[in-house]
């Protein structure tokens, strides 16, 4: 199949699921479901699934359970949906910090968002902190930058890697289908 055609590359994938991973605000949950619709896959959202099955926002479950509760929710879910083929996952920014969790990635295609810093803090100066408590109520640029330092390493170990600036989420996901099919096809 010509490496230009869509449905060329869904056959390449063989139903091999998609993780999209990154920072708070890289956009992951706003082009997963475009990527999923380019590659006529399920689209997942883990955050949003955590919440839907424990009915309590993540920043309940941090204030309540701790952090190492959800963590352990994190993990357990991203078990029970790799046992599904052909999915676009948008993964929580702290996925990588297990590393259990690669084990479960690595079944997939990993692909790191990595946005740009301005970008990222612009969009969660304005982001809602219900999903965020790492950073709800604190200095967001210095918190970010904390929490980069300590993870750029281990996002730089995703299978590919998509650099993002302030592009719209069609141009993005394009970008990462352009970026998909150079890894399968080279
Ligand atoms: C987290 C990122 C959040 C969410 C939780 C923890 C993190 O998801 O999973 O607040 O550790 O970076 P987003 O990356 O979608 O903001």
Redesign the pocket.
């Known amino acids: 199949m010509e490496p230009n055609s869509t449905s060329g590359l869904i056959n390449e994938l063989r139903g091999r699921s998609i993780f999209l991973i990154?920072?708070?605000?890289?956009g992951?949950?706003s082009t997963g479901p475009k990527i999923a619709e380019i590659l006529k896959y399920k689209y997942v959202d883990?955050?949003a699934l955590?919440e839907k099955l424990t009915q309590k926002t993540?920043?309940k479950i941090?204030s309540e359970e701790g952090?190492e509760y959800?963590r352990d929710l994190?993990t357990k879910c991203l078990q029970e949906i790799i046992k599904l083929p052909a999915l676009v996952v948008?993964?929580?920014?702290?996925?990588v910090?297990r590393k259990e969790n690669w084990g479960v990635l690595r079944q997939g295609i990993v692909i790191w968002l990595d946005i740009n810093k301005e970008v990222a803090l612009n969009r969660l100066n304005k982001?809602n902190g219900d999903?965020?408590?790492?950073i709800k109520g604190k200095n967001i640029k210095r918190i970010y930058e904390e929490?980069f330092e300590i993870?750029k390493d281990i996002y730089s170990q995703a299978d590919i890697r998509v650099e993002i600036n302030n592009e719209d989420v069609k141009s993005v996901a394009e970008k990462i289908i352009k970026h998909l099919r150079q890894e399968i096809y080279n």
């Open positions: 990154g920072m708070m605000g890289s992951k949950t883990l955050d955590i993540i920043d941090f952090e959800f994190e948008s993964t929580g920014g702290g996925v910090l982001s999903i965020r408590p790492l929490v993870r």
